[in-house]
């Protein structure tokens, strides 16, 4: 190292969190609306009127607290109720928490999708719950009351936040800075006792990997220069 490289204390991690279990294909993004959304068919859990809030939870390995971290969430309404409604009652309604903080509700009708996305520091932990929840909402008209159904669906959600140089199961990706520069990268710790010490690879050509060779790894800590 020749002293003007910059030892980077964090990186920028996106985790994304998705399952397709639930196959809902009518909720689609009408173009007549100019809506650029991808067309959801299969989602993570539905989540109906009455029935117990769907709970997941989300880890952030290394994340830094002291820095800001976003939360982006995409949900849609899966049903609706045409005309059958009285005045000021919507298809839908939502109630999302994360970690505890609760989102203002949301109501909307038709089948259409709601995006989530917040900045704050402190946001993301290591360890995360994501909350959603469809209030029980009762129609003053006893017929279309009878006939009320309110299904919302997850379909995924992403954590962005800084994360510290601490590998999980001794592996860790990330990326450089796209500007360039030289770069003293500091990771660990490592399990004690490795039979061989990491290994860096360069795989911005994932076709052609490149080792980054001349580190060094000392109390469980590698140590490489990137330029």
Request: charged share 20%; no cysteine.
């Amino acid at each position: 190292a020749g002293g003007l490289e910059v030892t980077p204390a964090t990186f920028d991690a996106r985790l994304h969190y998705e399952t397709d279990a639930q196959y809902w294909p009518n909720a689609w993004p009408n173009p007549r609306y100019d809506s650029n959304l991808f067309w959801e068919k299969w989602y993570w859990q539905n989540i109906e009127a009455g029935r117990p809030a769907f709970l997941t939870t989300a880890y952030a390995p290394g994340v830094d607290q002291a820095q800001p971290s976003r939360l982006r969430m995409r949900a849609w309404g899966v049903t609706d109720v045409f005309f059958r409604k009285s005045f000021g009652i919507t298809d839908h309604y939502l109630d999302v928490t994360f970690n505890g903080q609760a989102f203002p509700r949301r109501n909307w009708n038709g089948l259409w999708a709601q995006t989530y996305d917040t900045t704050l520091v402190g946001l993301v932990s290591p360890t995360n719950t994501l909350s959603l929840r469809v209030p029980d909402i009762t129609d003053p008209n006893p017929d279309f009351d009878a006939q009320r159904v309110d299904v919302s669906a997850l379909a995924w959600f992403d954590l962005f936040y800084a994360r510290r140089f601490e590998p999980v199961a001794d592996a860790l990706a990330f990326d450089s800075p796209a500007a360039g520069g030289s770069y003293l990268y500091r990771i660990g710790p490592f399990s004690t006792g490795l039979a061989a010490p990491p290994r860096v690879f360069d795989v911005t050509d994932p076709l052609a990997p490149i080792e980054i060779l001349g580190g060094a790894f000392v109390n469980d800590t590698l140590t490489f220069l990137r330029v």
